[in-house]
């Protein structure tokens, strides 16, 4: 059975392929049209399909569209179109008057042929416009079903059947999704029941977003930066954000009206100097969230008995919030879809629609995030050739890239298929030595980062015990640990100002390459850890082929280009 996973209603187009239940590709859509989460206007466009992260997760396969079984759309608009006094708000096809208005978003308008809202959940007769003109797929002509999957079942999916548990409770947290904020889950074998949610307003992921902006900060994309700039600050204004969180019973929350210039002075001027309300501010965002949250934990636990927690949707890529899950929860194992964002969702849809078509047994477990493009050094050798650009083969390219390292060299690390999810995980990386101190900021100056961002650590599996607490593995760099404190003075450019670092533990059957590479580098150093950060620069999305890997390297300070079997240096 083939099912094609799509996201594209709200931000971070993504696609996903599924045969026989085990994702063979999967992609966002900024990677190839390079426009960071794909979609950057209000009201966003639903008619811009990821049509290059679905062309290649069908080449990937060697199939066309019409060879699938399924497509699965991670977001279900009839609920809402449905709803009393609501139809004749949405930009349906004929209601101009409504498509004239200016709407927060448009996730419907291109989904639905004329008469589609009043038809069922599996439409066979009816396509999206789009995909019959980009692919030729003719209404009738196909043999594939269509399903709408709510956004949070999406999400909650994407959590529960990749996982590595049997039986685990689920939550899914993010800005909201149709009416659903936040939603609560328990995983059975192979069966996912949806237990409760939390609806709009009340969303802790607005909270975050809201004080995001406020702070100066682009909200539904900063958050990561609010993250790292609570550990500067301390929790004074968290008594007066907690007036405004009140969690009832099961698992249901709100939040008060924000109003928070009136309660914390005037917002933050975009780029200006960040000064102690700030980082208190952000401290107190982050401490509220964090006990929040735990509250819910707690509620789910005892609502479904289950050990094990798995974690999606936006509010589960903060990795402090995941790691104070793990140290104070009260589930024995806390796992995270390493694509928990809304690109995920389009795994999540593809894997719902798989669990649903009485097929037996779940079939996948997500061991690792590497599942797009990747390159031959032919084709690399090829494009280096044409360009006229100097270049060198590597023989050993582990140890040979290793010695550049130790020579305090920062360089762009491009091997094998590309990570799923916003986070660079060696295969598009930016690498570089944690043995000096100005490393990071060196970091932060290449990739127009602000001087109080952290940088990541990987470190070899094996030999995570020996420099972090605590010795748990975290192949998806989704967690905070804290640094030894015998260690701490070895690695000063991969620690945060807290002493904590939120590292990637590596070992060879998930990613040889990189494995080869911080091990040829501990043997030299005596470190088993190299420092990780995306491959990319301010504004820009992770790269994914080739040019774009050295079109970054030459327009940006970095040292060497690590390509394949290729040396590029400046």
């Not at 996201?7 to 085990?22: E, I, P, T, W």
């Not at 206007?41 to 066309?64: M, Q």
């Not at 349906?92 to 008469?115: H, I, K, T, V, Y």
Request: proline share 7%.
């Amino acid at each position: 059975m083939k099912i094609l996973g799509l996201n594209a209603v709200f931000h971070d187009s993504a696609a996903c392929l599924l045969v026989d239940g085990v994702a063979i590709a999967a992609a966002e859509e900024e990677r190839f049209v390079r426009i960071k989460h794909h979609k950057r206007t209000k009201p966003f466009n639903s008619y811009a399909l990821p049509f290059h992260a679905i062309d290649y997760c069908l080449r990937e396969a060697g199939l066309k569209l019409g060879d699938l079984d399924h497509i699965a759309y991670s977001f279900d608009p009839f609920p809402l179109i449905n709803r009393p006094g609501r139809a004749e708000d949405l930009p349906l096809p004929g209601n101009a008057e409504a498509a004239r208005r200016p709407l927060g978003f448009d996730p419907w308008q291109s989904l639905f042929l004329a008469g589609a809202a009043t038809a069922p959940h599996v439409i066979g007769d009816y396509v999206p416009w789009e995909l019959q003109r980009s692919f030729g797929a003719g209404a009738g002509g196909q043999r594939w079903q269509f399903h709408f999957v709510p956004h949070h079942v999406a999400h909650a999916a994407s959590a529960y059947f990749p996982s590595p548990f049997d039986e685990a409770a689920v939550m899914t947290l993010d800005g909201f999704g149709g009416d659903a904020t936040t939603a609560y889950g328990h995983g059975r074998g192979a069966e996912l029941s949806m237990i409760g949610s939390v609806q709009l307003p009340h969303s802790l992921g607005l909270l975050y977003e809201q004080m995001t902006g406020f702070l100066g900060f682009k909200p539904s994309s900063d958050e990561y930066k609010v993250m790292a700039l609570a550990a500067l600050g301390k929790p004074e204004q968290a008594e007066a954000l907690r007036r405004l969180v009140q969690v009832g019973e099961g698992g249901r929350y709100t939040v008060q009206p924000l109003a928070l210039a009136e309660r914390f002075g005037p917002p933050r001027e975009p780029g200006s100097l960040l000064d102690q309300r700030h980082l208190d501010l952000a401290c107190s965002l982050q401490t509220v969230l964090e006990e929040t949250v735990l509250e819910l934990a707690g509620w789910l636990h005892g609502a479904t008995g289950a050990d094990a927690l798995c974690l999606a949707g936006g509010v589960a890529l903060n990795c402090v919030l995941n790691a104070r899950l793990r140290d104070d929860g009260p589930f024995r194992d806390v796992w995270v879809q390493p694509a928990a964002g809304d690109a995920g969702t389009a795994l999540g849809a593809a894997l719902w629609v798989d669990s649903q078509q009485g097929e037996p047994g779940r079939r996948y477990r997500m061991e690792s995030a590497l599942l797009g493009p990747s390159f031959t050094d032919e084709q690399i050798g090829e494009l280096l050739r044409e360009s006229k650009l100097r270049h060198r083969l590597l023989t050993d390219v582990g140890g040979e890239t290793a010695e550049l390292l130790v020579q305090d060299r920062i360089l762009g690390w491009f091997q094998g298929r590309m990570e799923f999810g916003p986070r660079a995980l060696g295969a598009r990386s930016i690498l570089a030595s944690p043995l000096n101190e100005a490393t990071r900021d060196r970091l932060n100056d290449i990739k127009g980062r602000e001087e109080f961002r952290p940088v990541a650590p990987a470190v070899l599996a094996h030999r995570a015990a020996d420099w972090f607490e605590p010795a748990t593995e975290s192949p998806f760099m989704l967690f905070t640990h804290r640094i030894r404190p015998d260690r701490i003075d070895r690695i000063p450019a991969a620690r945060h100002d807290d002493g904590t670092a939120r590292i990637q533990t590596v070992d060879r059957d998930r990613n040889p390459a990189f494995f080869d590479l911080i091990a040829a580098f501990e043997e030299r150093t005596g470190v088993p850890i190299v420092v990780n950060t995306s491959f990319n620069t301010a504004g820009r999305p992770i790269v994914c082929t080739p040019r774009d890997a050295i079109e970054c390297f030459f327009a940006s300070p970095l040292d060497a280009l690590v390509i394949g079997s290729f040396l590029l240096e400046k």
